[in-house]
């Protein structure tokens, strides 16, 4: 089918909804932050308008760089994460029966009806010395007695791979059922074994798919705020969970708006860098 | 004997039997293709040979060796497949040299081989392509390479050129055969296209119903098929039924003095390949007939005849037109030597 170019100005009209919902809910919400971003904070009240770049100085600070880098860290980690478990999970689950496939599918989809608090305190359980996991460890006899896993860092992060996978596995799933069988197969011919031919067919066929996803993952994790909260140390918190503090509970709404917008920045930089790679390494 | 064995090859997928019991073998060297209608076991068949499906039971030996459970990648062969399988994100070159990467070949040697492949398939200076920029034909021929990198001890084709236009695919028909007479390799194809099989095979393996109907040089397939099924799978026939008499067989009412019938056989069926069916004047043969309707194709004629409620075809070269009109009554003339008797 041959698509023509919209000719007349009528001919635009159907954007006219998705242009408007994006103005009303993210183009003029953004403008507001970048502007309150400059703004004076009155330590007695709110904000007052001004034009100042005091609280972009104020983040440039070895604490807050040191937030900003972990918080990338921590997404870049669920991301990867995220890919390399949902990834042959997906595959498998993709040469299954149907029946299988959808039980699997709707387990997963149940799981993003969970909120992200009642997650938290759920692995904060499972993680306690008194109820968790450890103990059932001790049972087995391979540990002499239960122990607190959170907080800690790999607290942090198994609670948002878990609640990131669904996620990472709807997004790869399509793709993957879409994904010809026989290329596994020809692999397999020209042998490959199994492992072989899912890390040189699979993986690079779906190059593209798997860097899509890695991005998402990465902007979905970027933006958690709870978790390191409920199952991290201080030094385990991310900007988000600065944001957060800054905006509601020392009503700084400058200095939150400028670190918002800062986080945006390196995001869609990061983001850019990873699909110009991503071009780069097509083209070679 | 090197070459390639089935011992009562059985597969079953639940309760539906898809191959049944078969026993076949392949010489080293040779050309064998699977014909048969779809659903006949034929790429199930040739899925077990190539390890990509197990059989239920059964033993698969190649040159004297049991690969029955040997699994795929161990088995040294070389497959195309009916989607061809590129794959999408290497380039032709190393499409090509795939096979050579896995076993761990020097980056030279990969080179050097796949060079001589792309020479081999007219397509030299090609490495650097990728795959989607290529033409059908290309591609099949870059699939061919592709199977053929490691010279494989078995070449399996899975409906090779089922994607190819009728003239293209008449051309690689021909150049299949001969890469494969000068490499010299085992090969075996699945086919449902007859003419295919006869243009390819050394053998012909007809398959239906998950059973070998017959396995047999093309000539012999066509002039000896061994059952009704072969004989109306290949090409076009006629299938009469016949009743013994005493110095041979009565077929649509008349006697064809001197039709060999095999002892204790009283009825069955005759069948006679529209070439064999000579139109004479009526009177002048046992049979006679009407005509019903005449296709003339240019390169030949068909003339539907009518006779004893039977509808026969008799096919003649444009130097041998029968003289005769829709209508007109016409005499059947059967040589007894051109037909094949078969039980019904």
């Known amino acids: ?284 | 004997m090197s070459g390639l064995t089935l011992q009562n090859v059985t597969k079953q997928f639940g309760t539906f039997t898809a191959v049944r019991n078969v026993a076949l073998t392949v010489p080293h060297g040779t050309f064998v293709c699977l014909l048969g209608p779809s659903g006949c076991g034929k790429t199930t068949l040739m899925r077990m040979v190539a390890g990509l499906d197990l059989p239920t039971e059964g033993e698969i030996r190649l040159d004297d060796k049991d690969i029955t459970n040997v699994p795929t990648h161990k088995r040294d062969l070389g497959m195309v497949f009916q989607s061809l399988a590129l794959f999408p994100h290497l380039t032709v070159g190393e499409n090509i040299a795939y096979s050579l990467r896995i076993r761990g070949a020097g980056k030279d040697e990969q080179k050097k081989r796949v060079d001589e492949l792309l020479s081999m398939i007219h397509l030299s200076g090609y490495a650097d392509r990728p795959v989607a920029k290529l033409s059908g034909g290309q591609r099949q021929r870059v699939a061919i390479a592709r199977a053929l990198a490691i010279s494989p001890k078995l070449f399996l084709l899975d409906e090779p050129l089922s994607a190819l236009d009728a003239k293209l695919r008449e051309a690689m028909q021909v150049e299949l055969r001969q890469l494969q007479q000068r490499l010299g390799i085992t090969t075996i194809v699945v086919t449902h296209d007859q003419r295919e099989a006869m243009t390819m095979a050394d053998t012909v393996v007809v398959m239906n119903g998950g059973e070998i109907r017959q396995a047999a040089p093309p000539v012999d397939i066509y002039r000896r098929p061994a059952d009704t099924f072969v004989a109306d799978f290949i090409g076009m026939t006629n299938l009469l039924d016949f009743k013994a008499d005493g110095t041979g067989a009565t077929v649509l009412g008349a006697s064809i003095p001197g039709l060999v019938v095999p002892n204790g056989l009283a009825s069955g069926i005759v069948s006679v390949r529209p070439e064999d069916v000579h139109l004479t004047v009526p009177g002048n043969a046992p049979i006679t007939g009407t005509v019903i309707f005449i296709r003339d194709l240019g390169g030949t004629i068909e003339t539907f005849v009518e006779a004893a409620g039977k509808q026969i075809v008799a096919v003649s070269v444009p130097n041998a037109r029968p003289d005769v009109a829709v209508g007109q009554s016409v005499g059947i003339a059967l040589d007894p030597a051109d037909c094949v008797v078969l039980k019904s």
Not at chain 1, 38 to 59: C, E, I, L, M, T
Not at chain 1, 190 to 210: E, H, Y
């Open chain 1, 1 to 284: 089918m041959r698509r023509e170019a919209p000719q007349k100005l009528t001919d635009y009209a159907p954007l006219a909804f998705p242009a408007g919902m994006l103005i009303v809910f993210f183009v003029v919400p953004f403008a507001t932050m970048i502007a309150v971003s400059f703004f004076r904070r009155d330590p007695a009240g709110f904000y007052s308008p001004d034009f100042v770049f005091d609280n972009y100085a104020r983040f440039l600070s070895l604490f807050f760089g040191k937030v900003l880098g972990f918080s990338l860290f921590l997404a870049v980690a669920v991301a990867i994460c995220c890919v390399v478990i949902a990834l042959p999970f997906t595959y498998l689950l993709s040469r299954t029966k149907r029946r299988t496939q959808v039980l699997w599918l709707v387990a997963l989809l149940s799981v993003l009806s969970l909120s992200e608090v009642i997650i938290g305190f759920a692995w904060s359980t499972l993680f306690s010395r008194t109820a968790g996991i450890t103990n059932l460890l001790v049972m087995l006899g391979i540990m002499s007695e239960p122990i607190a896993l959170n907080p800690s860092f790999g607290a942090v992060l198994t609670a948002m791979v878990y609640q990131a996978l669904p996620y990472t596995v709807l997004v790869l799933y399509p793709a993957l059922v879409r994904l010809d069988p026989t290329l596994t197969e020809a692999a397999r011919t020209l042998g490959a074994s199994p492992l072989k031919a899912f890390f040189t067919v699979v993986v690079p066929a779906l190059r593209n798919t798997v860097v899509a996803t890695l991005i998402m993952v990465f902007i979905f994790a970027l933006g958690s705020y709870l978790l390191p909260q409920i199952l991290g140390r201080p030094q385990h918190w991310t900007l988000s969970v600065l944001i957060t503090d800054q905006a509601i509970y020392q009503s700084n709404m400058p200095f939150a708006a400028a670190m918002a917008v800062f986080l945006v920045l390196v995001t869609l930089g990061l983001v850019a860098l990873t699909v110009y790679a991503g071009r780069k390494g097509e083209a070679a």
